[in-house]
Every structure is written in structure tokens, then in C-alpha cells.
């Protein structure tokens, strides 16, 4: 005879402290569980909301600007180091984690256009509409943690002066070479007072600059002539052109996929590229309602931000056709520059309003240390939407966002005139199929016709 006992060691349920949690034993037998999948999808429901209630993407603003915020730049070498230019010549650095400005670097005598740090995050490249390109040394990260409440003054290490305005700089990842756009392109050596380099294509002005960061040699460049040009550093002539149907005013080169850029446009429209293919887009990202003045690709490379000249900040999937997220405040005026953080937890923006802000860029993400326990329950929450955010009550909740009146009155407008259009090109189709159509039905006819009569002719 078998006799079976039930018999369990104290050791696995006996807790080692009083503070402790208390074990619990659970069977996952589905068949002791027949309203599971009732029971996750009510979870994924709270979940779906929880995080609509906790969303405050809102960090706080930077201010010490007197005029518009026009371009920014992160510091490779330092997390928690911005680098912002302002319309009146004054760049600052902040420090993100005090909100405050660590080091000024006063002397551009006009709008400062454009910003790039180096690799190595020792130097600072800045140029402006006063046609000057200027070099600066970049405070260690010591002097930057110190707790003095006085700014560093920096002084430019060589000042170089072109004949037209810059409209852009970018400094090679991997190299000693920056690019500055204006009348023309131009390639600089920190060691030489003038260019090693110069491009031209067509007569109009380059207001963008990108390297590219898995080859250093090859940099796309937008121009105010609706183009975007490749150039290789390698060889004296550009490589290849497109030309859109409206300007582009910043491009962004995927960190995780070099091949691949997204063009950030005036007709409120991103375009996502292959730079092996350029005959047509790879993805258009919609949604905003005015000119896209910049954008900034995720360190991941899954996602990019852009600011536009309607006053809102977006988050797109780099193959979404619809942003995940859009923010905005009351004060918040037009958007010209925006950066991801260098860890990917933060968005900066600069805009007309003099202020720079600082986001979340998940607007529901709890900030400071997480427990183990909070860690486990963000990421089930998380499972437990993704698993059921195909049905309707979900999908509801977690795509609603709050616009404001303007926007959300121009986005409607834009929808009716998008599907206008759209009905206008299939009427279109329709005309000329009318009027080829007839033709064709003659052609066959008489076709059929001869051969009827030679078939006729050869019986005979």
C-alpha cells in the first residue's frame, strides 16, 4: 500500500525577519482560474489610467535667457551638461539636475545659430550671423559640481571669420573636423584658421548640418532651395541630392541605424529616409499643425522628439505615423530647438519665451530609486497593457491626450483638407480612366474587327 503525505520544509515559508513579506503559495493551474483573462483585462484597464493620472511630464524650466532660445547642444562627456545659444549672442551651460547656469560664454556680437560640442566633450563650437565661428574650452565636470553660486566666464580659444552668416554647425563624431553651413559647406580643422574644404551645390543657402555617426566622412546638409544634399568628405564633389516639395529645416541621423535619417519639414511633416535609397520616404510622421523647426533622435535610436512652430513638443516612434506623445504648456511659445538627454530619460526644449524645459520622456515614469517590488509592478502594469491594447477600451485611453483649442481646431482643419485632397487625386483617377477607357473599348473593337475579316478572307 502507498501512502502519500503532504510535507513542506519550515525553511520555505518561514521568513528570516519580521519585516519581511510573507510567503504566499499560489497553484497556476488555468483550471482553477476560469475569469483570468476577465481579471488581467480589468487590470490593463487600471493600469490604462494609472498611468493617465500620474502622467506629469513637466520636469521645470531653465530661465536666463533675455531673448529666444535658437539652438542647444548635449555634452558627450557629461549627463547632466547643456549647452543653449540665444538670438542675442549669449551660450550658456546648464547643469539639469540644479536648473542653473554653470558657465557663460559671452561673444557673438548676433544671433548664435549654431552648436556642437566635440567627442570628447573638451570643446565647444559656436557660430552665428555675426559670420564668425568660435572655439571654447569646456569646463571639467568638477568645476561643474562645485557648489560656488558664481558663474565661470570662458573665453574663446580661436575665433575664425567667414565671409557670410553661419546657419548651422556640427562637430564628427569621431574626428577632429566640424562643418559649418551658410552660404556654402564648409569643413574646419581645430588647428586651422581656414576651411580644409568647401562644398557647393546650386546658390542657395544651407541652413542644416549633420554627421554621420557610423561613418564619419559622410554628412547630409538641408539648404533653403527645398534640398537635402549628401556630401563624402573623401571625394571633392557631393554625393547625391533631393529635392522636396517644401524646406527642411533640421535633419537627424539614427544613432542605432546610421544608413537612416529623418527630415524634419515646414509642412508640418517628418520624413524618415534610406540614404542608400532616396526615391521615396521609408515613413511621413504626422500630426503637428505647423512648420517642424527641429528634431533630435533618441541615444536607443527606437524614437525621436520634435519641437515645432506650433508651440508643442512631440515624441514619435521612428516607424510610427503618429506620435506617442505630444507636450505643451500655456507659456510655451514657439518651439526652435529640442534634445534628447543622453541617457534617453529626459527632453530638453528651448523656445521664443527666452526659458528652456526640461521633461520626462516618459510622462508617467516615477522619478528616484525604485524598489524591487515598484519595479516589478511598473513592468507588470506595462505587460499587462501591451498584451490587451488591441481592444477598444484600452486603445481609447491609452492614444486620448489633451490639446489645446488652437491645435486641436487646426489639426481638424488640416484632416478635412488632407481628405479633400485625397478625393480631388481620386477623382482625378477616375476622369482619366472615363476618358481612356473609350479609346481602349475602340481600339479592341477595331482590332477584333481585322481579325474577323482576315480569318473571313483566308477561309474564302
Known amino acids: 500500500m502507498k501512502v502519500k503525505v503532504i510535507s513542506r520544509s519550515t525553511d520555505e515559508f518561514t521568513r528570516e525577519r519580521s519585516q519581511d513579506l510573507q510567503r504566499v503559495f499560489r497553484n497556476f493551474d488555468p483550471n482553477l482560474r476560469p475569469q483570468e483573462k476577465a481579471i488581467e483585462y480589468v487590470r490593463a484597464l487600471n493600469a490604462a489610467k494609472l498611468e493617465k493620472i500620474f502622467a506629469r511630464p513637466f520636469i521645470g524650466a531653465m530661465d536666463g535667457h533675455i531673448d529666444a532660445v535658437s539652438c542647444m547642444a548635449k555634452n558627450p562627456n557629461y549627463l547632466k551638461g547643456i549647452f543653449s545659444g540665444s ?12 536648473r542653473r547656469t554653470v558657465c557663460q560664454f559671452p561673444g557673438h556680437q548676433g544671433a548664435v545659430r549654431g552648436l556642437a560640442a566635440s567627442t570628447d566633450g573638451h570643446t565647444l563650437v559656436s557660430c552665428g550671423t555675426d559670420c564668425t565661428v568660435r572655439l571654447w574650452n569646456v569646463p571639467v565636470a568638477t568645476i561643474v559640481e562645485s557648489d560656488d553660486s558664481s558663474n565661470c566666464t570662458a573665453e574663446p580659444l580661436a ?5 557670410n552668416a553661419f546657419w548651422d554647425v556640427d562637430h564628427q563624431w569621431d574626428g577632429e573636423l566640424f562643418a559649418t553651413a551658410g552660404a ?5 580643422n581645430h588647428n586651422r584658421s581656414q576651411p580644409i574644404n568647401s562644398f557647393e551645390w546650386g546658390t542657395d543657402t544651407v541652413i542644416s548640418v549633420r554627421f554621420n555617426p557610423g561613418e564619419p566622412n559622410l554628412l547630409a546638409t538641408s539648404a533653403s532651395d527645398r534640398s ?33 535619417f529623418t527630415a524634419a519639414n515646414e509642412d508640418c511633416n517628418c520624413y524618415s529616409y534610406d540614404a542608400r535609397k532616396l526615391d521615396e520616404a521609408k ?31 512631440r515624441i514619435f516612434q521612428y516607424n510610427g505615423g503618429h506620435s506617442r506623445e505630444i507636450y505643451h504648456t500655456k507659456r510655451m511659445q514657439r518651439v526652435f530647438c529640442v534634445k534628447f538627454s543622453c541617457d534617453a530619460s529626459y527632453i530638453i526644449s528651448g523656445s521664443d519665451d527666452t526659458n528652456l524645459r526640461l521633461w520626462k520622456a516618459k510622462a508617467s515614469e516615477q522619478l528616484g ?55 480631388k487625386k481620386k477623382e482625378g483617377k477616375l476622369i482619366v480612366l472615363q476618358e481612356v477607357l473609350p479609346l481602349n473599348h475602340y481600339v479592341k473593337e477595331e482590332s ?13
Request: hydrophobic fraction near 35%.
Open 87 to 98: 538670438m542675442d549672442g549669449d551660450i550658456r551651460l546648464w547643469d539639469m539636475a540644479s
Open 184 to 188: 556654402q559647406v564648409d569643413i574646419w
Open 159 to 163: 575665433v575664425y571669420s567667414g565671409n
Open 369 to 423: 530609486v525604485l524598489l524591487p517590488r515598484e519595479r516589478k509592478r511598473h513592468e507588470y502594469h506595462e505587460a499587462v497593457k501591451n498584451r490587451y491594447k488591441h481592444l477598444p477600451e484600452v486603445k481609447r485611453i491609452v492614444r486620448h491626450r489633451h490639446l489645446p483649442k488652437p491645435i486641436y481646431k487646426a489639426a481638424s482643419l488640416r484632416r478635412t483638407m488632407t481628405e479633400a485632397e485625397g478625393g
Open 283 to 313: 515613413c511621413v510622421h504626422k500630426d503637428h499643425v505647423s512648420a517642424v523647426m527641429d528634431i533630435d533622435f533618441s541615444p536607443t535610436g527606437r524614437e525621436f522628439v520634435t519641437g515645432s512652430y506650433d508651440r508643442t513638443v
Open 448 to 460: 477584333s474587327k481585322k481579325l474577323s475579316e482576315l480569318w473571313h478572307y483566308q477561309l474564302l
Open 228 to 260: 537635402i544634399t549628401l556630401y563624402d568628405l573623401r571625394v571633392s564633389s557631393p554625393a547625391r541630392k533631393l529635392i522636396m516639395r517644401t524646406k527642411t529645416n533640421s535633419i537627424a541621423w539614427n544613432p542605432m541605424e546610421p544608413m537612416n
